[in-house]
């Protein structure tokens, strides 16, 4: 099905990197329901619509992700209809690698299928943000195993959303018992270096609240581009 609002809203593919996304790279993993889409629900929950719903859009949405799930809107003065409930409002910062270093990292390990229950059970430890059994299929991940543990995983990065030009590095996590050795740092570098040898350019997005996370970005050579908010709602029950 057509998404018949984007050649209104052409510009920076930055500016919505989920459209931008799911029409270039990811185009496989689109679902689409008029004016809105989505990535198939066992890679990734991000939602894409127009700047402005309208009551079919709302319909349309309910469709795409079924009754009583949450969903996050881009972008603000959302008017919520009767029947869905607002469950949470917060900032995001846009920042892009223009000044990142970037380089392989030794010690990093190509991730894939068989190493997907490691990858959840770290993410739901260390809550970098939304990762499925299937988002490992947007890009490449790479992590860091212990051998004096086991092997165990450690740390990971890897890539997400595709916009024209761009790669997102995302899922960038560190056990708790290893944080403070550079490792997620190294991982961005090296992530960062996949991307730049494509021809790409790296892009990330972190919660505004997360000062910690946004200063060591800043301090490895990424700059802000834009702040935006999300708003999470639950689709009528």
Known sequence: MSINFLDEQAGHPLDDPIRSSLLGAHARFART??????????????????????QSDWNDI???FGHGEIVSLRGT???IPDG????????????????LETRPYADAVELG???VPEMLDLVDRT?????????????????IRDADAGGAL???????????????????????????????????RAVGHGIRERGEKPFLHA?????????????????????????????PA
């Open 33 to 54: 329901v008029g004016r809105s889409f989505r990535f198939d629900p066992e890679v990734a929950p991000f939602l894409g619509h127009p700047p402005v719903l309208e």
């Open 62 to 64: 309910v469709e795409l």
């Open 77 to 79: 003065g959302h008017v």
């Open 84 to 99: 869905w409930e607002l469950i949470d409002q917060f900032g995001l910062v846009q920042l892009i690698g223009t000044h």
């Open 113 to 115: 299928a068989s190493d």
């Open 127 to 143: 809550k970098p943000g939304p990762f499925l059994p299937r988002t490992f299929e947007l890009g490449t991940y790479l992590g």
């Open 154 to 188: 450690i740390a990971m990065a890897g890539e997400r959303m595709h916009p024209e030009g761009w790669t997102e590095i995302s899922a960038v996590c560190t056990d708790s018992a290893y944080r403070g050795r550079g490792l997620a740092t190294e991982l961005v």
């Open 207 to 235: 919660s505004a609240s997360n000062e910690n996370a946004i200063r060591l970005y800043l301090s490895i050579g990424f700059e802000l581009r834009q702040r935006s908010e999300l708003t999470l709602v639950r689709t």
